[in-house]
């Protein structure tokens, strides 16, 4: 029987702070199971964080604690292509190509665009408003079948969708169009001080989010803090965000349904539930943090990864690149 060619996944995470709880089951966690069904492709999505004013000393130290991060939850180098955006130059040239099949009418209505613009109003760059032409290429660089995003970047999604066909439709079938991928758990984590705004770890308020290297008591006082509301039965309602929250946090970390959930509290406070999903979760990430911890002192490990990473997306990238230069008519550099 003929073996059947795995499908490719590819995603990307921003290095603009510690990774959340909702980075880690929105995105992450996925990421790590998919390791050996798919050929996977993650990375550390430096330019696109340049779309926000950045501290270059900062910005340098998060990247590699980015990398360092996506090693520690568990993503095996042997197993995934793993790098760092800004080390394959691929990805700023098809991006820029990009742009000029992109339109100024489909980039205005994103929402991310106007959200970010709205949040840097001194800042609204032509880099903030072309994200998702970068992100577009991204992606077909590596003729992706799959993209496992939490469900904020679906736009960016279809966006990439409709300008890959529309490169197709004009110089033939260059592009894979890539699908989606939304993970069962988790896909939407709830701010722990506002339940009807995400989980962001650019959040100003530290109680609001889990941040994957929290100490330990720290999780537990940030759940024990979490806003509820006035009853006191653990049971999935709607109109009780805060609880609803908890709920689907321990039960991705659980592996819990709900109704377990609600019978294992029955007749128990809020109090008792929140203390357990904050032990809950300090069991999910202690060996994350274990292996963080490890790896700060392998730096020429980490370093020899993301070299190799690059250097096999830059051959990957590269065969897709030639190919489209070719297309729209660049004409090649002589031998
Ligand atoms: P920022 O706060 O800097 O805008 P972010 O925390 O929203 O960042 P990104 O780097 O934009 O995170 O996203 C990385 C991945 O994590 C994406 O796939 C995104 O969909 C997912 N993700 C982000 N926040 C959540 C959340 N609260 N719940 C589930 N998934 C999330
Ligand atoms: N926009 C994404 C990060 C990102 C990405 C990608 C995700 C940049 N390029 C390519 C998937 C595929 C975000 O999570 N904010």
Known sequence: METEKKKSILSGIQPTGVFTLGNYLGAIRNWKSMQDEFDCAYFVA?????????????????????????????????????????????????????????????????????????????????????????????????????????????????????????????????????????????????????????????????????????????????FKRAVTDSETEVAFREGKDGINNLMGIYSAVTGKSMDEITQEFAGKGYGDFKIAVGEAVVEELRPIQEEYARLLTEKDYVEACYKKGAETAAYVAGKTLSKVKKKVGLLPPAK
């Open 46 to 222: 430096d330019l696109h964080s340049l779309t926000v004013r950045q501290d270059p000393a900062d910005l340098k130290k998060r990247s590699l604690d980015a990398y360092r991060m996506l090693l520690a939850s568990g993503l095996d180098p042997e197993k995934n292509l793993m790098f760092i955006q800004s080390h394959v130059p691929a990805h700023a040239e098809l991006g820029w190509i990009l742009s000029c099949y992109s339109l100024f009418g489909e980039l205005s209505r994103m929402t991310q665009f106007k959200d970010k613009s709205a949040k840097h109003e001194d800042n609204i760059n032509a880099g903030l408003f072309d994200y998702p032409a970068l992100m577009a290429a991204d992606i077909l660089l590596y003729q992706a079948d799959l993209v496992p995003v939490g469900a904020d970047q679906t736009q960016h999604l279809e966006f990439t969708r409709d300008v890959a066909n529309r490169f197709n439709g004009l110089y033939g079938d260059v592009f894979k169009i890539p699908e989606g991928y939304y993970g069962k758990t988790g896909a939407r984590v709830m701010s722990l001080q506002d339940p009807t705004k995400k989980m962001s770890k650019s959040d100003t308020n530290q109680n609001a989010f889990i941040s994957i290297l929290d100490d330990p008591k720290v999780i537990v006082n940030k």
